[in-house]
């Protein structure tokens, strides 16, 4: 008799998860990865796996091809809440040559002497990955690109999302209360588009519409989650200041006790019922605490959201992945530059090995606008240092030092501005993705998408500081004008600043034309250093070479980095660092405003009309030379 799988609903899946009872070990498994409306990467050899009674032989058929395994002794399979499901079963697996992309179904059908199991519908096309914290997650059916929901009748884009599933270790089956996209695979429509990522859903059907073959989209985002639990295990020993972090978050979890924990938090409850008249709760189950009081089980922990939710599946071959992020690691004491930008260039080669591909594309859509007010000459700085552009600035740099410009992107997204800590507008993210994906990875000729703008010279000349870049950078909004640089002297301190183009005349703009920004400030009078959209929602209006869907990138021409702990151990709930941050603002705040007013009101009125002598570009600095 063939058995289908039972794909049963979140709601009840929770209720028999509560449910008493003692489970048992089917005789014939499939990783929870293959389920019916599956699309299988093309172009690479497809693996099947599962587990079965040790010994048996496992037949697996897929679309005409047959290949077979013997199951291997019986071992623990790692799965939180569900190892009694597969006790005394071993594994297998088999592997079947490439196939090219196809629109027409297959089945397949895995069988041993004691059971079969069958899948239908399965596509062969292309599999990407939507990887990251909350804004990644973040559904379509609340952005402002909600109305696409209703174009989402895509039968050839597939959709599959994983949450939740934290845990200490690497594991090794998804459990079943993870996957929300109805137990499975399901198929793009009005209603399973709404619920889900609104990155995720706008970059494949796009790509899916372009390239006119299957898609199949994979969301394992996690709301909360730092880019610490994102990087796989094995990938922490590689560097002094992840091998710190990760040998301090292990002997947490050597010292952590939750008999200890579980009656912690029930006094907490306990104090909290009383302070509202209500019933006293029920002590906490110590093997099954909220994974945010667990060492090695928070979102912000080493590793935690790879193990259950992205190297869950290693095997299952992939094209791609996207990766948006960023919002925890700016809060407080998390916000550690330096180690973030190692962390970027880990968490990319160890899914590459993991999935074993060296060339494997990765997009970083970069940390977005926190939605706060845009920044302007009354709130440039306000009283905290801005510690969202530190964060960008480390992505970028993170990617670039994997050495791969082909296969890689850095896509800056603070300028899709919006309100609140969940922006709406994410329409533009996963279009950019898209378009970076089939111009650099498809090769499709009428998308366009342009390398990177490179800054290559830097001079001072009297009080203006002179940029030069290796290609022309444009406004976005018809304006003439380069909005969103700031400009500080030797004592570090950050004003807006005014900024124009060199002019080189009509006959030369194709050669040196917008090339070359002069930045200036009658505020700073000796110029060591600028930065571009350099704060928590900056503004900044620039483009690469003027295509709209290329915003230029944040960056600073100094190297005064970040006041942040080099001790692991030090929490944010400390907030020293915090505090210090905060106390250097508001120093530079009062600063300003002190200056600013000794200048007098005519000296100001002068930010909006100041011009200086044009200063043409040598052709040396264009090449490189500083």
């Known amino acids: 008799m063939i058995v289908k799988r039972l794909r049963l609903p979140a709601i009840a899946l929770s209720l028999l998860a509560a449910c008493p009872v ?12 293959f389920t019916d409306h599956m699309v299988i990467q093309r172009g690479k050899p497809i693996k099947v796996w599962g587990w079965a009674k040790p010994g048996e032989t496992v037949s697996v058929k ?18 939180f809440g569900h190892a009694r499901e597969y006790a005394g079963l071993g594994r297998w697996e088999v592997t079947f040559p490439a196939r090219e992309a196809s629109i027409e179904p297959i089945q397949l059908l895995a069988s041993t002497g004691d059971g079969k199991l069958e899948l239908q519908d399965i596509l062969i096309g292309d599999v990407w990955v939507m990887s990251g914290q909350s804004n990644m997650a973040f559904p379509l059916a609340k952005t402002d690109g909600s109305d696409l929901a209703v174009q989402a009748h895509l039968p050839m884009l597939r959709l599959y999302s994983i949450t939740g599933n934290e845990q200490a270790s690497l594991q090794d089956d998804i459990r079943p209360e ?37 898609i199949g989209v994979i969301k394992n985002a996690r709301g909360g989650a730092s880019i610490e639990s994102m990087v796989p295990l094995h990938k922490f020993d590689e560097h002094p200041l992840t091998k710190r972090y990760a040998d301090d978050v292990k002997k947490q979890m050597a010292e952590f006790d939750p008999e200890a924990e579980a009656d912690r938090m029930w006094e907490i409850g306990k104090a909290r019922a009383k302070r509202k008249k209500q019933p006293e709760p029920e002590r906490p189950d110590p093997q099954n605490l909220r994974s945010w009081n667990v060492p090695g089980k928070s979102p912000s922990d080493l590793g935690s959201v790879y193990n259950g939710c992205f190297g869950v599946f290693r095997g299952f071959n992939i094209k791609g992945v996207l990766f948006h992020q960023g919002f925890n690691n700016t809060l407080g004491n998390n916000c550690r530059p330096k180690r973030y930008r190692v962390l970027a260039r880990l968490m990319v080669e160890g899914i590459r090995e993991d999935f074993e591909d060296s060339d494997l594309p990765f997009a970083i859509v970069g940390f977005c606008a926190d ?39 850095f896509i800056p997204a ?41 800054l290559i010279s830097t001079r001072v000349i009297g009080d203006v500081m002179v940029l030069g870049f290796d290609m022309r950078v444009h406004p976005d909004d018809g304006s003439s004008i380069p909005r969103g640089f700031s400009i500080a002297g030797e004592d570090g301190r950050f ?82 660092v915090a505090k210090q941050r905060k106390a250097d603002a508001e120093a530079r705040l009062e600063e300003r405003k002190l200056k600013e007013a000794g200048m007098g009101r005519e000296i100001l009125e002068r930010l909006k009309t100041l011009s200086v002598p044009l200063v043409p570009q040598e052709d040396a600095a264009r090449k490189g030379g500083k």
């Open 178 to 214: 993870a996957i929300t996209t109805d137990g499975g695979w399901v198929i793009s429509s009005p209603e399973t588009a709404r619920a889900f990522s609104a990155i995720g859903y706008v970059f494949g059907s796009n790509v899916q519409r372009s390239l006119g073959i299957p």
């Open 371 to 409: 939605g706060k007010a845009a920044q302007n000459p009354e709130n440039f700085e306000g009283k905290s240092i801005a510690t969202g552009p530190y964060i960008r600035e480390s992505q970028r740099l993170g990617l670039a030092d994997v050495g791969d410009p082909e296969n890689t992107v």
């Open 22 to 33: 003692v489970a048992r070990a089917a005789p014939l498994k499939l990783h929870n990865i």
């Open 62 to 79: 897929l679309g005409g091809e047959t290949s077979g395994a013997t199951v291997q002794a019986a071992a623990p399979v790692e799965v």
């Open 495 to 576: 004003y807006m600043a005014h900024a124009r183009y060199a002019d080189y005349g009509k006959e030369n703009y194709w050669t040196h034309g917008h090339r070359t920004i002069q930045v200036w400030s009658p505020l700073v009078d000796e110029p060591v250093a600028v930065r571009y959209g350099w704060g928590t929602a900056p503004v900044g209006n620039l483009t690469v070479a003027g295509q709209q869907d290329q915003p230029f990138p944040s960056f600073r021409t100094d190297r005064w980095d970040l006041p942040e702990s080099d001790d692991p151990a030090v929490s944010a709930i400390d907030g020293s």
């Open 414 to 454: 603070y300028d899709v501005q919006s309100q609140g800590l969940h922006p709406g507008k994410k329409r533009e993210h996963g279009w950019r993705a898209a378009k970076w994906a089939l111009s650099e990875i498809y090769d499709l000729k009428d998308v366009r998408w342009l390398d990177p703008i490179r």
